[in-house]
């Protein structure tokens, strides 16, 4: 148990759907990540929230819309992805946003398929 | 650019040592970390290096040299659940996160 949860932890999408992926944290974090990870390629940061703001986008396409109703919760929302979208999501929480030590605490990922 | 270098593959015997090399080029520094991940698992924290030296975790080890910009992970009396990928990631000195995109560790029994 790593304090981080996501669901789903599978998805299997359309490219015309919409869903959304969603991750709590049990641990009294301030920060909130998602990440995208693919095979044999570094994790790539898309989000940073920080007290449920957006801190960092890193020229993540607009088809995922992250929202952080609090701080225990972050959401990925999808809609019109493409095939190339397919990856691991993962969701991490860190005590806060910057600086040192700040080790990051991820959830299981969910495994997106987009046909 | 930024760029974290870790060999793609490695493997290793039962019982044996192996050690996991990261070198790095970023813009500044502010430590680094390793991870490790199970196959369709989360990456957990194993180790976090800011200062030169040898930092010892039970089987675990983590190594780090500023000045050559290089760390490694040394694991010692290998168990077959150590079988995962180890991820190295630096800090920069924006505070962002450079991963590697980690090494995959075969045991063999």
């Known amino acids: 148990e790593t304090g981080v949860t996501q669901t789903p932890r599978h998805l299997v999408m359309g490219m015309t759907n919409k869903k959304s992926l969603k991750c709590e944290q049990h641990?009294?974090?301030?920060?909130m990540y998602w990440y995208k990870q693919s095979a044999k390629k570094p994790l790539e940061l898309m989000f940073v929230y920080s007290l449920e703001e957006r801190v960092e986008n890193n020229s993540v396409p607009s088809r995922f819309s992250p929202e952080c109703p609090n701080s225990s919760h972050l959401f990925l929302h999808l809609h019109t992805l493409q095939p190339e979208d397919s990856a691991l999501y993962l969701c991490?929480?860190?005590?806060?946003?910057?600086?040192?030590?700040?080790?990051?605490?991820f959830g299981p990922g969910t495994r997106l398929t987009v046909l | 650019g930024q760029n974290i270098d870790q060999p793609t593959e490695m493997t290793a015997t039962e019982g044996a040592i192996v050690q996991i090399n990261c070198t790095y080029q970023?813009?500044?520094?502010?430590?680094l970390f390793w991870y490790q991940q199970h196959a369709g698992e989360a990456p957990t924290f194993l180790s976090y290096n800011v200062l030169d030296g040898l930092e010892e975790k039970g089987r675990f080890s983590s190594f780090l040299s500023r000045s050559k910009g290089y760390s490694y992970l040394l694991l010692k009396e290998l168990q077959m659940k150590d079988s995962a990928s180890y991820l190295c990631a630096v800090i920069d000195s924006n505070y962002q996160l450079i991963w590697g995109a980690g090494t995959k560790l075969i045991i063999k029994p």
């Open positions: 970023t813009s500044g520094f502010n430590g």
């Open positions: 991490a929480s860190s005590p806060r946003p910057a600086g040192g030590a700040n080790e990051q605490f």
């Open positions: 641990l009294g974090h301030n920060a």
